[in-house]
């Protein structure tokens, strides 16, 4: 197999009071694809108390509609990349408390 396209882009999130999250959905035009995202830049205001995750919360593939966890738990297992056939769509997500996060997210379309 190998690589015949790419998608990626940035996305962040900002909060200094409460939790708040960003969510994208991109569409993809049913190939097999590796999802990703990664949490590359965290900032906050000198608070004891923060946190900021980057997760992939649903896609949409030859596997049905599935979705994953969206909040970060006490063993909890958050998805970060994911590989299926035929996705039509991927939604990522970055949620933050009390700071600023930035994520790159990236899908590799295969053949």
Same mark, same amino acid.
């Given at each position: ?6 998608? &990626? ?6 909060? &200094?009071?409460? !939790?708040h @999250?960003? =969510?994208?959905? +991109?569409?993809? !035009? ?17 608070? @004891?108390?923060?946190? =900021?995750?980057?997760?992939?919360? %649903?896609?949409? @593939?030859? @596997?049905?509609?599935e979705?994953? !966890? =969206? ?8 998805v ?8 039509t ?8 408390? %009390? ?7 990236? +899908? &590799?379309?295969?053949?």
């Amino acid at each position: 197999m190998a690589v015949t396209g790419m998608q &990626f882009n940035e996305m962040w999130a900002r909060d &200094f009071d409460d !939790p708040h @999250s960003f =969510s994208v959905t +991109v569409q993809v !035009p049913g190939v097999a694809a590796v999802c990703e995202i990664a949490l590359h830049s965290t900032w906050t205001a000198g608070e @004891s108390h923060h946190a =900021s995750d980057a997760m992939i919360t %649903q896609i949409v @593939s030859a @596997s049905g509609v599935e979705n994953f !966890p =969206s909040v970060n738990t006490v063993g909890g297992n958050l998805v970060a990349v994911v590989f299926r056939q035929q996705v039509t769509s991927v939604t990522f997500k970055i949620s933050v408390f %009390q700071t600023k996060g930035m994520a790159r997210w990236m +899908v &590799f379309h295969w053949a």
